[in-house]
């Protein structure tokens, strides 16, 4: 019997359809594929179509500029791999290779955006460009970067090239002569990078509302959003907001030009203008439904977020007042109560993964007036249930952050009932939020240390390692008792709220002191040797709080362990803080470089070493030890700094030094009654040798007196002899 004609790899074709459909904000990483699959027409490679978002005008579709023939694959990705390697004689030699791979790239740069092997190599020359190269390329990409921000491959060329040419735009408005650079070519055209900038948003502006969801070009709009901006590029609290997390990195080594390119620059007003334009341009034609639906769109949100916060900090608070403003659209009820539909949009919110992103940035960045207006009427009386969600804690963390000091006792009042629960759910961000505005506002810790000591106590008190999620001891026949090993992120949320509460000097950050202090060697070389709890222990060593007992009595248990912990990529990072940490321990600080020089051979094998070994200057230890000692005390000096007995060098002035809570050890008790018996002993050895002194004086003269007597004696008995 005849069976029914089943097409092969329908499986595949349903995931292949669900991946099409799945409208994620990130654009997913490239991979390298064989050669014939690598220079597919960018026409069969379709944007992402939303239909949620309708009555915006809509691109045509997308042309294609044909492909690369196989040698100019090879040479392309053959120049990819020289410039990702970098291992040319100098910048000279760099600079001669790039000429010649534009020289080469002339009039096919379209192609090479497009191609999945080979727009890599655009985004490596975009990095290593002049200022007159990427004026080039824009004029190349010009008429052509509405299709190319919606590529899957060319929109990351557009990311690289807007970045890049950022910082030209201030140096051109400092000093204008370098806009008309001289040239032998009499076609080439003169224009501003200002003016490029320009352009391509008039090339845009028809279709911003499309780019808010498009799938790849929304990345680009964010990026060219902070540009016109003047923000840091890169350095955004929320980086997500610019690139997805699954972005691939493309790069070559110069970094001298990144912290050029990344930092905070001057804007002309044209380009305040501008960003004013494209966020009102962006939402004209959306009115309230449409811009809240956004607001839990994949792709959506992350743009909105950004112009939100930008329409808000660049514009003034005033800007909430307009009828046709971001924040205005989003919540049209003033005063907003908890019937109206501006409620249901907030209270919707507070749960939702993507929502509330923008909920936390509403609150960041809205006006005092109406941030109260919100908390008073949503979130006064429920802080402490939102603490224990997920999602909702990040929106608590918002609002703790904007308290005055009245509200934040209330809140904290609820917040520290809830403190066993939360360690319970590993919720240990919004208690570190809540100990640093605490802090900040002046608001009494003692109630959250009593709740942690209890939530994280054991048999032996406080226990460090519980807040660290690292398990228990060995027991005698090896084994460990935990049963398995915690997930990195709550490792490296305990670390860091164990760390905030070292910064208060009381009874917090004493929990974390004493608890160290307890801890036996095996568990403290655990913790030195652990990627997240290792910094907690860096932060103990160094920690202004920390005092002299808990400094020797922690770095004492590494004696015999120094070398192997300054191979090891964690516990090198402890090696480096028992420098500061000897801060008044000189004989310590002698004993751990006795280790590692004992270890020289090791150390200088291993990259890691060989940083222990530079920042401990062992280099001069070696040559120069008398030379080492003297630079390591004064780089320690303080009160509390004690000289090596058999040392003859001097010491540092206190006033250079930390002071270091005045606390002495038995050792340094010792050493200081034997100074001062030594003192008092010298002191009745010169009052005795004055005194001798004298003596001897007394009697030299009663001497010499007795001597001139006898003398006159002689001289008279002569004279009555002669008389006779």
């Known amino acids: 019997m005849p069976k029914d004609f089943k097409k092969r790899g329908r499986r595949a074709d349903d995931k292949k359809r669900k991946r099409d459909h799945d409208d994620g904000d990130a654009a997913p990483k490239r991979r390298r594929q064989s050669d014939a699959a690598q220079e597919a027409p960018a026409h069969d490679d379709e944007p992402f179509q939303d239909e949620a978002i309708d009555g915006v005008t809509r691109p045509g579709a997308m042309p294609f500029y044909g492909m690369l023939d196989d040698d100019e694959q090879e040479y392309f990705k053959r120049a990819d791999e020289m410039l990702e390697l970098d291992q040319f004689d100098g910048p000279d030699e760099r600079t001669l290779f790039v000429e010649s791979v534009y020289r080469e790239a002339d009039g096919k740069e379209l192609k090479i955006a497009n191609s999945q092997s080979c727009s890599r190599l655009m985004e490596?020359?975009?990095?290593?460009?002049?200022?007159?190269?990427?004026?080039?390329?824009?004029?190349?990409?010009?008429?052509?970067?509405?299709?190319?921000v919606q590529h899957r491959f060319a929109s990351h060329c557009c990311e690289a090239l807007f970045i890049q040419a950022?910082?030209?735009?201030?140096?051109?408005?400092?000093?204008?002569?370098?806009?008309?650079?001289?040239?032998?070519?009499?076609?080439?055209?003169?224009?501003?990078?200002?003016?490029?900038?320009?352009?391509?948003?008039?090339?845009?502006?028809?279709?911003?509302?499309?780019?808010?969801?498009?799938?790849?070009?929304?990345?680009?709009?964010?990026?060219?959003?902070?540009?016109?901006?003047?923000?840091?590029?890169?350095?955004?609290?929320?980086?997500?907001t610019l690139h997805s997390k699954k972005k691939e990195k493309v790069g070559v080594p110069v970094p001298e030009k990144q912290d050029l390119v990344l930092g905070e620059?001057?804007?002309?007003?044209?380009?305040?203008?501008?960003?004013?334009?494209?966020?009102?341009?962006?939402?004209?034609?959306?009115?309230?439904?449409?811009?809240?639906?956004?607001?839990?769109?994949?792709?959506?949100?992350p743009t909105l977020q950004l112009m939100l916060k930008l329409e808000l900090t660049l514009f003034g608070k005033v800007k909430a007042k307009d009828e046709n403003s971001i924040i205005r659209k989003l919540l049209p009820d003033d005063p907003i109560k908890e019937d109206t539909p501006s409620a249901s949009f907030i209270n919707g919110l507070v749960y939702d993964a993507i929502g509330s992103r923008l909920l936390e940035t509403i609150l960041e960045n809205a006006p005092g007036k109406l941030f109260k207006s919100i908390y008073r009427q949503f979130f006064q009386q429920r802080m402490g249930s939102l603490a224990r969600n997920e999602i909702a804690g990040y929106v608590a963390g918002r609002i703790l952050e904007r308290l005055s000091k009245d509200d934040l006792d209330e809140a904290c009042r609820q917040i520290i009932e809830q403190i066993p629960n939360l360690v319970e759910r590993n919720r240990t961000a919004i208690i570190k939020t809540l100990i640093e505005r605490c802090v900040a506002r002046g608001v009494d810790t003692v109630p959250i240390a009593a709740q942690l000591q209890a939530a994280y106590g054991g048999s032996s008190g406080f226990?460090?390692?519980?807040?660290?999620?690292?398990?228990?001891?060995?027991?005698?026949?090896?084994?460990?008792?935990?049963?398995?090993?915690?997930?990195?992120?709550?490792?490296?949320?305990?670390?860091?709220?164990?760390?905030?509460?070292?910064?208060?000097?009381?009874p917090l950050g004493n929990l974390i002191f004493d608890s160290f202090t307890n801890l036996g060697d095996y568990m403290t070389l655990r913790i030195a040797r652990d990627p997240a709890a290792s910094r907690t222990l860096q932060a103990a060593l160094v920690s202004p709080n920390a005092s002299v007992i808990f400094r020797r009595k922690v770095i004492q248990q590494f004696y015999g362990h120094v070398g192997e912990l300054a191979l090891d990529p964690a516990g090198s990072h402890v090696i480096d803080s028992i420098w500061e940490g000897t801060a008044g321990l000189a004989f310590i600080r002698e004993r751990i470089a006795e280790e590692l020089a004992e270890n020289e051979a090791a150390l200088r094998e291993s990259h890691v070493g060989r940083a222990v070994w530079r920042n401990w200057r062992m280099d001069l230890y070696r040559r120069r030890r008398a030379d080492w000692v003297k630079q390591a005390r004064y780089t320690a000096g303080n009160e509390g700094f004690q000289s090596f007995p058999e040392s003859n060098g001097e010491m540092t002035?206190?006033?250079?030094?930390?002071?270091?809570?005045?606390?002495?050890?038995?050792?340094?008790?010792?050493?200081?009654?034997?100074?001062?018996?030594?003192?008092?002993?010298?002191?009745?050895?010169?009052?005795?040798?004055?005194?001798?002194?004298?003596?001897?004086?007394?009697?030299?003269?009663?001497?010499?007196?007795?001597?001139?007597?006898?003398?006159?004696?002689?001289?008279?008995?002569?004279?009555?002899?002669?008389?006779?």
């Open 124 to 148: 490596r020359l975009i990095l290593v460009s002049t200022p007159k190269q990427l004026k080039d390329l824009f004029q190349k990409f010009n008429g052509h970067f509405v299709h190319l």
């Open 166 to 240: 950022a910082p030209v735009v201030t140096h051109e408005a400092r000093k204008p002569d370098l806009i008309t650079p001289p040239s032998s070519d009499p076609n080439d055209v003169v224009a501003s990078m200002e003016n490029l900038f320009l352009f391509t948003l008039d090339e845009l502006e028809g279709y911003l509302g499309y780019l808010l969801t498009e799938r790849f070009a929304s990345h680009v709009l964010r990026v060219l959003l902070v540009v016109l901006s003047g923000q840091p590029l890169e350095r955004q609290g929320n980086k997500s």
């Open 265 to 301: 620059r001057k804007v002309p007003q044209s380009f305040t203008d501008a960003l004013q334009k494209v966020i009102n341009d962006s939402v004209a034609n959306l009115d309230t439904n449409y811009l809240q639906m956004l607001a839990t769109h994949p792709t959506g949100n």
């Open 463 to 506: 226990e460090i390692t519980r807040l660290l999620k690292l398990g228990e001891a060995p027991s005698d026949d090896g084994k460990s008792n935990a049963k398995h090993e915690q997930p990195g992120a709550d490792k490296v949320h305990g670390s860091l709220l164990a760390q905030t509460m070292m910064t208060v000097e009381g």
């Open 653 to 724: 002035p206190p006033s250079q030094g930390r002071k270091t809570g005045g606390h002495l050890s038995a050792i340094e008790l010792a050493r200081k009654k034997w100074a001062e018996s030594q003192a008092a002993k010298a002191k009745l050895d010169t009052e005795k040798a004055k005194r001798d002194a004298k003596e001897a004086k007394k009697e030299s003269k009663k001497e010499k007196h007795e001597r001139h007597g006898s003398s006159k004696g002689k001289e008279k008995a002569k004279a009555s002899v002669a008389a006779h």
